[in-house]
């Protein structure tokens, strides 16, 4: 199985700041890579699609970066309505194993 | 308005049968690989299972494979997951979410939480 491990499990930022997260694959999987968000409460929510595409309707201070086995999902400038977790999920191969996830605090 | 809407959860012992559904609307349903996810409260997500637009090809995660079967009703636009043999493990909220043709899941449900008692 291809194992997804992300880096921070948490972070705390202000608002304004510009935050990384990074996630990084057991083995190589090109741009397969997808993005999400979780708000508290709620189910996920698709930013980031094929390693670096934003999804319609995402703010654009969303992005994503990397192939192979690293990649990077950065937010420009943070808003208060970023307080969420993110996971990153590989589409590569079966199991489509997530990220533990990265709790974003503001 | 596109939507996926689940329904079945509940409270189950450990051992026993459950049947998820979940209803598609406002989008091409049979067009779509679907998918379940779970996640326990207070953890991260788990991918549970895949099936592609005819049923004709299935894929599980090796926790629930034998135990959990994945189908769908184009005609009815609907989406299922047969929970046999509940453990206490698996108790999560599932949700029910379409795969785009870019692979990533597009479309989500807003979950059905299954509770399995030992």
């Known amino acids: 199985d291809i194992q997804m491990t992300q880096s921070p499990s948490s972070l705390s930022a202000s608002v304004g700041a510009r935050v990384t997260i990074t996630c990084r694959a057991s083995?190589?999987?090109?741009?397969?890579l997808n993005w999400y968000q979780q708000k508290p409460g709620k189910a996920p929510n698709l930013l980031i699609y094929?390693?670096?595409n934003l999804q319609t309707g995402v703010p654009s201070r969303f992005s994503g970066s990397g192939s192979g086995t690293e990649f990077i999902l950065t937010i420009s400038s943070l808003q208060p309505e970023d307080l969420a977790t993110y996971y990153c999920?590989?589409?590569?191969?079966?199991?489509?194993?997530f990220g533990q996830g990265t709790k974003l605090e503001i | 308005e596109v939507q996926l809407v689940e329904s079945g959860g509940g409270w189950v012992q450990s051992g026993e049968s459950l049947r998820l559904s979940c209803a598609a609307s406002g989008f091409m349903f049979s067009r779509n690989w679907m998918t379940w996810v779970r996640q326990v409260p207070g953890q991260g997500l788990v991918w549970v299972a895949d099936?592609?637009?005819?049923?004709?090809?299935?894929k599980y995660v090796d926790s629930v494979k034998g135990r959990f079967t994945i189908s769908r009703d184009n005609a009815k636009r609907s989406l299922y997951l047969q929970m046999n043999s509940l453990r206490s493990e698996d108790t999560a909220t599932y949700y029910c979410?379409?795969?785009?043709?870019?692979?990533?899941?597009?479309?989500w449900g807003q979950g059905t939480m299954v509770t399995v008692s030992s």
């Open positions: 979410a379409a795969l785009n043709d870019l692979d990533a899941l597009d479309i």
């Open positions: 094929l390693g670096s």
């Open positions: 083995q190589n999987i090109n741009h397969f």
């Open positions: 099936i592609n637009q005819d049923g004709s090809e299935k």
């Open positions: 999920q590989q589409p590569y191969t079966t199991p489509k194993i």
